[in-house]
């Protein structure tokens, strides 16, 4: 095994992540949220928030550069990169959408509702479908079942 290295960047809440080897792009979610904010200002000494968040940052894979940010709605979380199709698939768990971008312009191409909390993703490609599992929120009934929505692309 090689040594470990890292870069460090202005993410302030990386959460989720995604390889493109062909082009040696890292996509890392910064949700953003507001109450990890706080808690990072009352636990870190010194700490002041440089960015929003809510967001997908771009990184050259090999050195860790941001290459771009690129602006989502409230708490990315799940994130997947469909290399064929050069399509980003982002959910925003805090607004209950599903983003969809094009993974070489980074331009917004589609925005979908969805319920309460999107999560995490998952694409058959043969299949022309994306996956998405929903979390229920706080105003979903108690114990009432998750799910998963099908979208078909």
Known sequence: M?????ARTDAEQPLN????PGTQRLFVTDQGLENIRAYQAKSIPGFAS????NRVLVLDANTGQPLRSIATDAGPM??????????LYVTNRAAGKLSVYDARS?????????????????????RNVLYVSIKNGEKDPKGSPESVARVQF
Do not use: E, F, M
């Open 2 to 6: 090689s040594p470990i290295c890292w």
């Open 17 to 20: 992540i995604a390889y493109d």
């Open 50 to 53: 440089k960015n929003p968040g």
């Open 78 to 87: 799940g994130i997947l990169l469909d290399a064929p199709r050069q399509r």
């Open 106 to 126: 980074y331009a917004l191409l589609q925005t979908l509702d969805l319920p309460t909390h999107p999560n995490s993703l998952a694409v058959d490609a043969q």
